[in-house]
DNA sequence: ATCCTCCCCTAC
DNA sequence: TAAGGTAGGGGAGGAT
């Protein structure tokens, strides 16, 4: 992502001089990349693509590297340390001839390391001579008599089977254990088709934290199950409630909103608290404070830092968990610049504050509150009866009108027609950016992601006032209280947005029904919602988009044609500013013009996919069903702000407090991945100066990947990992101007806790030989099996 | 053909 | 000062 080119403002941007585009000044998106907006951009775009994916291509090979020494000094946990020692001490003892009291337990035993291990291939090494084994640099079938490997990529697993011939695939655990009981044990229990549990017990997490003890790495946060805030729905009975309704292009569609008139100006009090969301178990995910509500910018909102309720490990205990170290002052005394530098908490902080986080994590959290939304209406379009018809179908497309405001201003009926946006800053030369602004600021052009200071040159009496994450997430609580009442089909899309399939209820009116929805969330909520119905998703969003602010529209078949022929491309839901400016390049800027391109040429010049996507949407045809929202499918963390580092050890330390993020993600989930990918963004070659203020500016985008085949959520286990990979970049810390973390590949952790055995059992086994199936479980019953496997964990854990 | 990695693009 | 996150879809190109 290249923010800098994302810049909708005619001011400057980071990556401007480099790429200069030819287009319009509405679109100066340039990816970011080298100039790729030359007007023969067919050509040029296939060059630069080829040319960074040979770059990359080079660069990807050490996304699994065979095992490196473990030059991870800075990293090492206590107990890591304590092994260490331990070994090292025993080392010194046999230096000194003390040799003969270490027993020759691998005797005829040699190994041959493959891939990354935990303890490194050099630790196997050294403890394999130490106790009389063998260890071969190179596989030989003659030499070698067990292969050790605890992580490798599916591929290679395969790989491994198809050479090893037999031999015993171990985990590295084997070892440890045998020197632990100071005799050779049985690999068997160790072979890696059966170590598929080589995590912590989940149960280690749980171990109570002391509130106020420090934060180390070995300590974990409690999950404490908090008791539920209630979603109450609370009606302003004296608000009035009026409609009007207009028609909009022709008869079919009608467009009707709401007008509230006055509103008694209750203030809420703006103390700070945690927004408290239905918790059943851990929580992982962020919490966010309240700001300032109420209060215009220029009000000191620099104390309110101090409350409790943060995102971080250490807060997830107690909601009345006074920080010791008020934030405030923690602030005050790092002055120098809000960056990475300056705060050692700054994961955390940066989280706290971020709107995008907000929006970002908004969906963990719904899907907490709405569990398995009813399994089967997923699948049910199959069997639909009535809505087979794609002529019956009705669907309805909700959103709140510029949310972030419209939540704050609700107190304040004196700004309720004046320009207001919510924004970090009034800084009127500032780079902070617009969140949200409410429809009087647009009319001066104000729009969300603008700096400050640009909405200001638009609109000097623009009034800025501060976010209140927890409204918002109050208010989107109700909404979707309200929505799923009605409706038992709904698809979330964002925390202000959503999708129902009304088609079963078609015998109501939709209309109506939408009028009574709307008028339910505004008597509710105090915000006004507006609605689009069409028969399909594309187009009842399309209708939002024409209804709003506080307004519904319908879009009946025969209007489709009509309302697509001259609507811009750039309306459609997937066509960004890339694609928008690719098509301007060919002339077409209406859905119109894009109808008259046949479906091959757009699926040969944007892919299969986004060829027919084009196709389809430009004449409004849309497939998609309203489904609940899947499990998601990666998790992961980034940051792209404040990120500076003065040397590897900054850039490590702060690794490592993104990798407890996500692993915290990811037990609060209850998942565990098996594929881990590092994003740097690093400053590009003669880059200026980042036009926003900590900005990451003009950056190369580069990332790399591991995926090991036993899924893991451990912040140590992630941790070595993702230092393994960091390794692979060599890469100068103090360019570094952007990290991310994601972990994909996941699996249900309590799943793989029960039956994860089973599973990569099954995985095994249909991709290999079936050595030795028979004794898998022959040997050892259910219990015993476990109790290894937990031995393993502690091993594990201590190991690291 | 199908998978995988390394991206880019999009939406909120 | 300021808090440019998150996740899914998908394309190019290489490996198998
Ligand atoms: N670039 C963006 C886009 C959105 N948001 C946040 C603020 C918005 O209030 C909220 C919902 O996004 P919408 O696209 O629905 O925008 P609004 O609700 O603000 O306005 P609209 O009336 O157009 O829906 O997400 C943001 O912080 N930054
Ligand atoms: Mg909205
Ligand atoms: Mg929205």
Not at 261 to 288: L, Q, W
Not at 307 to 318: A, D, F, R, W, Y
Not at 354 to 361: D, N, V
Not at 650 to 655: A, G, N, P, T
Request: charged share 25%; with cysteine.
């Amino acid at each position: 992502m290249s923010f800098d080119s994302l810049s909708r403002s005619d001011n400057t941007t980071d990556s401007s001089k480099r790429s200069r585009c030819n287009s319009t000044s509405s679109n100066p998106w340039n990816n970011g990349q080298s100039s790729s907006h030359g007007s023969q951009k067919g050509k040029q775009k296939k060059a630069r693509q080829k040319t960074l994916g040979v770059a990359w291509g080079a660069n990807s090979r050490s996304s699994f590297q065979r095992s490196p020494f473990s030059d991870f000094g800075s990293y090492m946990d206590v107990k890591n340390r304590k092994l260490h020692n331990q070994f090292a001490a025993e080392a010194a003892g046999s230096s000194h001839g003390g040799s003969h009291t270490l027993k020759p337990i691998f005797h005829g035993v040699s190994i041959f390391v493959d891939g990354f291990t935990v303890p490194s291939s050099q630790d196997l090494r050294g403890y394999m001579l130490k106790y009389g084994g063998r260890f071969e640099n190179y596989f030989s079938r003659r030499h070698v008599t067990h292969i050790i490997c605890s992580n490798l990529p599916d591929s290679k697993v395969k790989n491994l089977r198809s050479f090893s011939g037999g031999l015993p695939v171990v985990k590295p655990q084997w070892i440890i254990d045998s020197i632990a009981a100071n005799k050779l044990l049985s690999w068997v229990p160790y072979e890696l088709n059966q170590v598929c549990d080589n995590q912590p017990k989940l149960s280690l997490f749980f171990a109570l934290k002391n509130a106020s003890a420090t934060e180390n790495a070995s300590s974990y946060p409690v999950c404490i199950v908090d008791d539920v805030a209630e979603t109450s729905l609370v009606c302003g009975k004296d608000e009035k409630y009026i409609e009007v309704s207009e028609t909009i292009e022709q008869r079919s569609m009608s467009n009707e909103r709401f007008e509230d008139d006055g509103r008694d100006g209750k203030m809420n009090n703006a103390s700070v608290h945690c927004y408290a969301a239905p918790i059943e178990s851990c929580r992982a995910e962020p919490t966010f404070m309240e700001a300032e509500q109420g209060t215009l910018f220029q009000e000191e909102v620099q104390d309110s830092p101090d409350e409790p309720c943060t995102s971080g490990s250490n807060h997830l205990l107690t909601k009345s968990n006074t920080g010791e170290v008020p934030r405030s002052l923690f602030r005050r005394k790092a002055p120098k610049g809000h960056s990475t530098l300056g705060d050692p908490n700054f994961v955390e902080n940066y989280f706290r504050f971020s709107r995008l986080h907000f929006i970002g994590t908004w969906r963990q959290r719904y899907q907490k509150r709405y569990p398995n939304t009813p399994v089967e209406f997923k699948s049910t379009s199959a069997k639909n009866t009535a809505s087979d018809d794609p002529h019956m179908t009705c669907i309805i497309h909700i959103d709140m009108d510029c949310f972030f405001v419209a939540v704050v201003i609700r107190d304040l009926p004196k700004l309720q027609d004046k320009p207001v946006a919510i924004c970090h800053s009034d800084n009127p030369k500032g780079t902070a950016e617009i969140s949200s602004a409410n429809y009087p600021a647009r009319e001066y052009g104000v729009e969300a992601g603008m700096f400050v200071k640009d909405a200001k040159a638009l609109c000097p009496r623009l009034t800025i006032l501060q976010y209140n994450f927890k409204a918002y997430e109050e208010v989107a609580d109700q909404f979707y209280d309200i929505l799923h009442k009605h409706c038992k089909k709904v698809q979330a899309v964002s925390c202000d947005e959503a999708f129902l399939d009304v088609t079963d209820s078609i015998e109501y009116d939709p209309q109506k029904f939408a009028k009574e929805i709307r008028k339910e969330i505004y008597e509710t909520t105090r915000c006004t919602a507006s609605v689009g119905i069409a028969g399909n998703m594309l187009m009842a969003r399309l209708a939002t988009r024409k209804a709003k602010p506080n307004g519904q529209c319908y879009i009946s078949y025969e209007m489709v044609n009509n309302y697509l022929h001259d609507l811009p491309i750039k309306s459609l839901p997937g066509i960004g500013y890339v694609l928008e400016d690719k098509l301007k390049q060919c002339n077409i800027s209406t859905c119109g013009q894009l109808q008259m391109i046949p479906k091959e040429s757009l699926q040969k010049e944007f892919g299969l996919k986004t060829g027919e996507m084009l196709w389809n949407f430009s004449r409004g045809i849309d497939d998609r069903v309203v489904g609940s929202i899947r499990e998601s499918k990666s998790i992961g963390a980034e940051v792209n702000w404040g990120v500076r580092f003065k040397d590897l050890k900054d850039s490590k330390q702060f690794l490592s407090n993104l990798c407890k993020e996500v692993s915290m993600r990811l037990q609060g989930n209850g998942v565990r991945g098996r594929k881990f990918t590092l994003k740097i963004k690093k400053r590009r070659k003669d880059a200026e100066e980042p036009a926003k203020y900590m900005g990451c500016g003009d950056c190369e985008n580069l990332s790399h990947t591991m995926t090991v085949p036993a899924a893991t959520n451990d912040v140590d286990v992630l941790h070595r990992i993702i230092m393994q990979i960091f390794g692979s970049f060599h890469i100068d810390a103090k360019e570094i101007r952007g990290v991310g973390l994601q972990v994909s590949k996941l699996e249900n952790a309590d799943a793989s806790k029960q039956d994860g055995r089973n599973i990569l059992k099954a995985w095994l086994s249909s991709a290999s030989i079936n050595w030795r199936a028979g004794d898998i479980n022959s040997h050892y019953s259910e219990k015993t099996h476990r109790g290894i496997l937990d031995l393993h964990c502690d091993l594990f854990l201590i190991i690291l």
